[in-house]
């Protein structure tokens, strides 16, 4: 029996999808990856297996049949960072109103030094962190059905200050970026153990020399492009590197590899780098420039980007943005003015993929007092938002209209484990 699942992919890291196989196993060859998500911050990705799961269907706007949620597997867990705690929480998630459950005695669980990102494999086996402090990435093995985080090996190092991770739609490589020493770590990942392997040649210099102080890291949904957002320096402006990931299909000895592809300039200080569902546009929130950019990947062989408009949010610092499932909205968090913008993406035409402010649509998050949030993500059914917050280390959590885009305020929300002091970034799985 063929089982499509339905998953999420935050970048940020997260916030990326795919149509493909997993590699693996005999067991692993009857699972189909009908939708990788990517932020996103960030944001990150999910699976469900079962012999009685109903088919999920193919999110995407280019894909007709997608209502979300409708059809589509249910989020499972929130994993949140705490930068000054050291510390990762774990809540799970009611698919019917969006509430968050701490994971009970246990979480947080302890980390390497001040990280500041964490990344889930599509079968939500394995959850990688990276921490800046200490310069390594920290690997938990996730507990099935609980969500629990168990350590699962020493940690790996990575290049200086590494501050954002991102496992590929495949689950095949995991890239870190690393704002210390100008690099992207690149390492093979095993689907059995969650083990890491440093690609022959990583970690690989950024294309340009005046690409300063990698930030972010993206994946594309086809699993082919690799961006990273620069934050550049005084003397240095930011700007937005793109890879292609080699192949054996593209003769490269080295499965997994980057060839650079160029650089193009970003906002002022980019916070994060995401890219579309319908892995068609690539959006940047600039945390000083007060601005998220949009870019159409314009070169479907390199991925290379074009610059294509942007949305001012003046006075709002914007630290992450998230894309719905369907392509239809993003979401920006502001941390300055505490409030989680909500933005409607053109469909179709020459606009296609700019984002345009949805009246009364967005929300200020008012519990607790200034609580500036950092990074947001949407959950794979399409129905919530959650964004992790500086002040109190919890989570605000928000309905979607499925029609307007328009937030609303889950009951009991923000939610907090009560273990951290801060909450600095959040993916949600299937």
Known sequence: MTIKLALKWSITCVKSHNRSRIPGGDSMKRHRLAWLLAAG???????ACGGGDPDYGTPGTDLPGFVPGEGIAPPRFAYVVHSNDNSVSGYSVDPTDGTLTTMGAGTPWL????PTCIAVDPLVKYAYVANSGSNNLSIFSISDPSGVLISAALPVPTGSLPKSVVVDPQGRYVYVANSGSDTISAFTRSTVTGLLTAIPGSPFALPSSADIAPWSVAVDPSGKFVYVANRG???????????????????????GALTPVGSIAAGARPNLITVS????QVYVSNETGDSVMVYDIANTLTGGLAYKG???????TPTGIAIDPNNKFAYISNRSDNTIGAYSIAQGGGSQGLLTAISGGGTIVTTPSNPGPTAVATDPSGKFVYSSLLAGGGVAAYKINASTGALTMVDDSPFNDGGASTSDFIVITK
Do not use: C, E, K, Y
């Open 41 to 47: 911050v960030a944001s990150l990705m999910a699976v």
């Open 111 to 114: 980390t390497g030094s001040t």
């Open 233 to 255: 320096a005084t003397s240095s402006p930011s700007t937005i590197s793109m890879f292609t990931i080699d192949t054996a299909s593209t003769g490269s000895l080295v499965a």
């Open 277 to 280: 569902p319908s892995g068609r």
């Open 310 to 316: 942007f949305v001012s949010t003046p006075g709002s």
